[in-house]
């Protein structure tokens, strides 16, 4: 995507030209981020930056084996274990439980325990190195699980148990009559569909320090996505009441949703030492090796698909059995799973649908969010299910998927009335113009027969991928939390957003900035956001579900549109014309006269949003983004490896608020789903943990191995956030996949059914193709 | 730090950074591999990092300029055991006579650590998976160790005894390699596959050096030699390939017979990277890509020739 540089200027231009009307032009316009300074100085400090006076390093003690039952904690020869500081289960003053939907997930492991890598004690020390001797001379005694659990389908058969059942949640979502339209089917397609962990690859390690202050109040600073959700953990854990408890979001290097759960451990962890200590500092950084074995990833899954069309291609019925690894502890799985239930048939129209969705527990780590939270996994089966069904019915990809798409008029099949401001249509035509799709498949299938019958190893393909994604969270989600924030001014007129959205890299502080200085008529400079700190800032909701831009962008730009009312009610803002002068000077005018000047704002759904949870039923978001993908691969059967040659990525997102933000997300957002579907591959030692937790051994792309990535965006309006903006965050995530695979599979003739695919999964369907 | 004396009843220093390559050896006596040998650090130091391992106590070749240089003459270059992979890649002869070790050096890690790590740790870290050993088996390498007992040259295809062996002695230091230009009209050919494109271990590697007699489709191999990497527990030379490919026409040779003599050659495994087929397969692959690339050229010298 090119950032013309005179884009700047254009904003500048605009700032001074609408000063009659609060209309800058903010909204859509490329100004640089305003976190980027002090990360391209090397100002900004991380966790790991931080040396509080003090301070003690903190260290894990896990255990090693698939579940089971601690027997005894040995503490070895040659330590002056008096020196240390040591938590156990026995130190939690509240509940030894992480607070998610459920709480099974004990902070440290008492007797029971599920998994390997299960925190089971804490130590602290001044000295790293003899913290790490220490660590490496504490002998967990552990009688193993004896069935472990690792696979989706043992779950469900009870080849084991991790729990009764093995089941932590069971969805269905239906419409219509599937016997109905069985019947009415002339052609079916079958198929089953899996994808792997993977792991988020935050370039910042997790980490947290603790401390009390003199006011005998409890900091915790760290890297999260979810300030409030740390501080829902820490206060059930030390029982203590939110006014002695505050969180201090600090820089935070990327999370993926990697950030949103676990972080709450480390933070119960780093304060369980610091209480012990006697309030002392105390931090508690993983390295990346602790880091990738203990934290969550994204669920594995495996989906059964079934589904029939008449010989036109019209979609007759969509049988989907959809199942989520959720590892040992319930975590967010429920919340995943449904949003990948309802992103399991697409974006189709069939009016005879089931979807069953299972999240299954096993003896891995708990896995967790993952940017796209479910989707991907769903989206994944489905459009490789679609691929199927063409096939059968001898029509391309595309025009299967052209037949069926929804359109206006129709309802989703969770029910969701698709409205007259979304032209799909428009969305597929310019992906398919931009990648020359149909032109290239004929010339890739002409040109691979001929390279077969000479011999050349090369093969190309190129693979189609339609989707949408909810933005926000799922069903009632929004009207639960009831996000809050703020907009406040000092009597220089600066301003300041006040909320808890936590920015890590992902350029969120930038957008509502830019949201506010529009609403308020103020140039970008005149706003900041405000440290995101429990004591300080309202909760806004967590950092997440592609929800910040869009729905706290919605109650910011609120609260600007209130701050200003009141300043041009009581403080003399002219209602017209007025710039920043004028603006500084109502808020010196008005706080002479009141303490403060801030105003609030909370999400008030839109009327026509409705989810009924019991039945699966309803509207489930309240924006859809909805994108057409397409991927050229070349593949070298010399060795199998597959070499993306093309990326073409179309979105319609309703507003784009910051062309490079937006951009730069789904360039991101493609880079990891390449990773998804080619590279990353999580290895699982025979305790049911992550094997390859190194950089070296789980791979992730390059930028020598990441095409040019093509990024197009429409912008029809229709969205619930400013100016019409959707959530977009999490939508690229969902496309490369299976774009990825039906390229592959349509460069061999093969039918590979899984991700990722490696070379030697290549390998494999090759030479299942030739003979 | 003065020469340590020969009487070996001393602990080992903790870190020794000696001037002169005979200050190195004289400690080399002394204290053997007790001394652990290193130049750019790029091995030791990742694993040490990994933590189990103490970090030992070391010699640190660093300051010895003597080992850090490329010398042609004029029938091989001999390049010294601590000159860095950047340095190859960019010298200008290495980039002309020896262009598979050029590339190679190129493919050793990231840039950052083509800056430090030297070819002479590639050898003696002795990986399996070593970027450059293969291509120094393809051109046919020797080496040149040294001791304090004197210095002697060997052929690199003999030098990796087994898994993280060496026939180097514990008094000695690989000083340099020495490798000869390929005459004129041989074809070279090098393939690592990583897991990725860059910054990557390789799942399988081939470094091919192919001498040809007759023209065009006549042609016929009169010497071939081969260098693989993570191909099984060294750095490994195909011996049987070679003999099997000697004096055969080059559009005779098929899969079949690659496969066949490489079942000799090779024993790879099954790890984290990659699997024992996958790798066996591609090596197959990789050969009859070598051979294909030898009948291009030999047709196109008969064309333009």
Redesign the interface.
């Known amino acids: 995507m090119k950032v013309p540089d005179d884009a700047m200027a254009a904003v500048a231009v605009a700032a001074t030209a609408a000063a009659a009307a609060p209309r800058l032009g903010l909204l859509g316009a490329a100004v640089a981020r305003k976190d980027a300074p002090a990360k391209i100085l090397g100002q900004a400090r991380y966790v790991d930056d931080l040396v509080r006076p003090g301070m003690l390093h903190g260290a894990t003690v896990r255990t090693r084996c698939a579940g089971g039952t601690l027997e005894r904690i040995e503490f070895g020869p040659g330590i002056d274990w008096d020196a240390f500081v040591v938590v156990s289960a026995a130190d939690v003053p509240g509940i030894n439980a992480t607070q998610m939907i459920e709480q099974d997930q004990p902070v440290l492991a008492d007797r029971c325990f599920r998994h390997a890598g299960e925190p089971v004690l804490l130590l602290a020390h001044p000295d790293r190195d003899l913290l790490r001797a220490a660590v490496e001379a504490v002998t967990l005694h552990e009688w193993p699980e004896p069935s472990p659990v690792f696979s989706i389908d043992d779950a469900l058969a009870q080849r084991g148990q991790v729990c009764p059942g093995n089941v932590y949640r069971d969805y269905l979502m239906q419409r219509g009559d599937i016997a109905a339209g069985e019947a009415a089917a002339e052609v079916v397609f079958e198929g089953r569909f899996e994808t792997g962990a993977q792991e988020h690859v935050y370039i910042e390690p997790q980490g947290m320090i603790a401390h009390v202050d003199a006011a005998g109040v409890l900091v915790v600073e760290g890297s999260m996505q979810c300030p409030y959700y740390v501080l829902g953990t820490l206060t059930a854990v030390t029982g203590r009441d939110a006014g002695r408890v505050r969180v201090v979001h600090c820089t935070t290097g990327g999370g993926f949703g990697g950030k949103e759960e676990y972080p709450s451990h480390i933070a119960a962890h780093a304060a369980l030492l610091s209480l012990k200590a006697g309030g002392r500092p105390v931090k508690l950084v993983y390295d990346r090796s602790e880091d990738m074995l203990a934290t969550p990833k994204r669920h594995p899954s495996r989906t059964l698909v079934r589904i029939g069309a008449r010989r036109d291609g019209r979609l007759c019925f969509m049988d989907i059995d959809f199942a989520l690894d959720g590892g040992a502890y319930t975590t967010l799985s429920p919340v995943v799973l449904s949003r990948g239930v309802i992103h399991a048939p697409g974006p189709y129209a069939c009016a005879n649908a089931r979807v069953r969705g299972r999240a299954v527990a096993t003896h891995h780590p708990p896995n967790g969010a993952f940017r796209g939270f479910g989707a991907p996994q769903s989206i994944f089966a489905i459009e490789q299910a679609m691929d199927g069904l063409a096939r059968a019915l001898g029509l391309s990809p595309l025009e299967l998927r052209r037949v069926n798409m929804l359109r206006p008029g129709d309802r989703s099949v969770a029910g969701q009335p698709i409205d007259h401001t979304t032209d799909f249509d428009a969305v597929l035509d310019q992906a398919l113009r931009e990648s020359g799709y149909v032109a290239k498949r004929e010339a890739f299938a002409a040109s691979n027969a001929r390279n077969a019958a000479s011999g050349d190893p090369l093969r190309h393909g190129i693979g189609l991928a339609t989707f949408h994604h909810g933005a926000g969270f799922t069903g009632n989600g929004e009207v639960v939390l009831a996000s809050e924030a703020r907009v406040r001014a000092d009597v220089d007129g600066r301003v300041e957003v006040v909320a808890s959205s936590s920015e890590m890299g992902q350029g969120n502080t930038t957008t509502l900035c830019q949201v506010v200085a529009e609403a308020l008529g103020l140039p970008l400079d005149r706003v900041s956001q405000a440290p995101v700190d429990t004591f300080d800032v309202p909760d806004s909701g967590p950092t997440v579900a592609s929800r910040t831009c869009m729905v706290v962008g919605l109650i910011v730009e609120q609260a600007a549109r209130r701050l200003r009312a009141e300043l041009i009610e009581k403080a003399g803002l002219p209602a017209s014309g007025a710039d920043e002068h004028a603006f500084a000077a109502a808020c010196a005018r008005y706080l002479d006269g009141h303490p403060r000047l801030e105003a609030q704002a909370r999400y008030e759904p839109p009327a026509n949003v409705q989810w009924d949870e019991t039945v699966f039923q309803g509207s489930p978001y309240a924006s859809y983004a909805w994108a057409a993908y397409v991927a050229e691969v070349e593949v070298d059967l010399t060795t199998c490896e597959v070499a993306l040659s093309g990326f073409t990525a179309v979105q319609e997102v309703g507003k784009v608020v910051n062309p490079v933000i937006a951009a730069g997300q789904v360039e991101g957002g493609v880079v990891q789903g390449i990773g998804f579907a080619l590279f990353e591959k999580v290895s699982w030692g025979g305790n049911g943990a992550m094997a390859n937790n190194r950089l070296t051994n789980y791979i992730i792309p390059t930028s020598a191995d990441i095409p040019p990535v093509r990024v197009f965006f429409q912008e029809q309006p229709g969205g619930i956030g400013p100016a019409g903006a959707k959530g977009l965050g999490e939508l690229p995530m969902d496309g490369p996949g299976p774009a990825i695979l039906s390229a592959v599979n349509s460069a061999l003739g093969s039918r590979i059914a899984s991700l990722p695919v490696l070379p030697e999964d290549v390998m494999a369907a090759a030479a299942g193709v030739a003979s | 730090m003065s020469t340590p004396a020969a009487h070996a009843s001393r602990p080992p220093p903790a870190w020794y950074r000696p001037g002169t390559l005979a200050d190195a050896l004289a400690a080399r006596a002394e204290w053997g591999r007790d001394l652990v040998a290193m130049a750019g650090c790029t091995d030791l130091m ?1 694993g040490w990092n ?2 189990a391992r103490r970090v030992p106590s070391v010699l640190d070749l660093s300051a010895l300029a003597e080992l850090r240089t490329i010398e042609p003459g004029p029938d091989a270059v001999t390049i010294g055991a601590t000159m860095s992979c950047a340095g190859i890649a960019a010298h200008p002869v290495i980039a002309a006579r020896l262009p598979m070790l050029a590339a190679s050096a190129r493919q050793t890690g990231s840039v950052a650590i083509q800056n430090r790590a030297t070819l002479g740790g590639n050898i003696m870290n002795a990986s399996p998976a070593a970027d450059n050993p293969p291509v120094l088996l393809a051109y046919g390498a020797r080496l040149t160790l040294a001791s304090v007992r004197g210095a002697r040259t060997i052929g690199y295809d003999a030098f990796h005894a087994g898994y993280k062996r060496t026939l180097a002695e514990a008094d000695e230091l690989l000083v340099s390699i020495t490798i000869p230009f390929p005459p004129p009209g041989a074809i070279g050919y090098y ?1 690592k ?1 990583g ?7 390789s ?1 399988i590697a081939l470094a091919a050096l192919v001498e040809t007699s007759g023209a065009a489709d006549g042609a016929v191999v009169r010497g071939a030699r081969f260098g693989f990497a993570s191909a099984g527990p060294v750095p490994l030379p195909a011996p049987a390939l070679s003999r099997a490919l000697h004096g055969m026409p080059l559009a005779s040779i098929d899969a079949g017979r690659v496969a066949q003599a490489l079942a000799a050659d090779l024993s790879p495994m099954d790890d ?4 024992a ?2 790798r066996r ?2 090596a197959v ?2 050969v ?2 070598a051979l294909q690339s030898a009948r291009r050229e030999v047709a196109q010298a008969a064309y333009t020739g």
């Open positions: 990742v990994a933590g393939r596959v897991t990725r494109r860059a910054q990557a271990i799942k984290i990277r990659s699997t087929a996958y397969s591609v692959n990789l009859l890509a």
